[in-house]
């Protein structure tokens, strides 16, 4: 009966490192989605997840960043070789219909802050 | 080019001061727009979604309005819990749900 999980709440990491964020869904939310938030700005759609549909990776900023999501459970986000402008607080979000057209409930986000 | 604009950037109200905060958007063929609450920390809030001209919701002291090129939200008699930033978020085409960089309200007692 919980919200939207999201894991580590925080993450420092060296310019160069590889992470991995995670989130845990709403149970029984088919559709997920990743969002950047830099400092002060709004949210940057990265990529949606809908069931078994092939992912709309349309945001996704650059070829270090990937997503994956099994089935209709947890998703990581993964960067690689972080840089210092991958700095923000990475939000996820479910819903239970298709993308715009049903309310997406957000996670507490996961602050990466990359030295 | 912005699409989605929000204004003012920061907003400073007294207890009971009613307000209005602004979203304007230069797209059409809009599909929906959303108005989130974000608190320090913690991920946007659902507060109101309007599909077409002329609609309007509310919520406790919020009330939304949309027209063809603009939303408000507007506080009426604010307490300081209101505080927050105020997220609005337009739905264009498929798959394309783009924000505003918010206003932040402080309602002071």
């Known amino acids: 009966g919980a919200g939207v999980s999201q894991s580590p709440s925080n993450k420092v990491t060296e310019k160069g490192k590889d992470v991995e964020l995670r989130c845990d869904p709403i149970?029984?939310?088919?559709?997920l989605y990743w969002y950047r938030q830099r400092l002060g700005q709004g949210l940057e759609f990265l990529i949606y997840?809908?069931?078994?549909?092939?992912?709309?990776k349309s945001g996704l900023p650059s070829d270090r960043f990937s997503a994956e999501r099994t089935g209709e459970s947890v998703s990581t986000l993964t960067i690689q070789r972080t840089q210092q402008e991958d700095s923000a607080v990475y939000l996820c979000?479910?819903?239970?219909?298709?993308?715009?057209?049903?309310?997406?409930?957000f996670g507490p986000g996961t602050r990466l802050t990359v030295l | 080019e912005d699409q989605v604009t929000q204004s003012p950037e920061a907003l400073r109200l007294q207890e009971g001061e009613s307000s209005s905060l602004n979203c304007s958007y230069t797209?059409?063929?809009?599909?929906?727009l959303f108005w989130y609450r974000q608190d320090p920390g913690k991920g946007p809030e659902f507060l109101f979604t309007l599909y077409s001209a002329g609609e309007e919701k509310e919520k406790e002291r919020l009330k939304a309005t949309l027209t063809k090129k603009e939303s408000f939200l507007h506080i009426t008699a604010p307490k300081p819990e209101d505080s927050a930033t105020y997220l609005c978020?337009?739905?264009?085409?498929?798959?394309?749900?783009?924000f505003g960089s918010g206003t932040q309200l402080t309602v002071l007692p």
């Open positions: 149970s029984g939310h088919t559709a």
């Open positions: 978020a337009v739905f264009l085409t498929a798959r394309q749900l783009t």
């Open positions: 797209v059409s063929g809009l599909r929906g």
């Open positions: 979000a479910s819903s239970s219909g298709t993308f715009g057209t049903d309310t997406q409930y």
């Open positions: 997840f809908q069931g078994n549909s092939a992912p709309d």
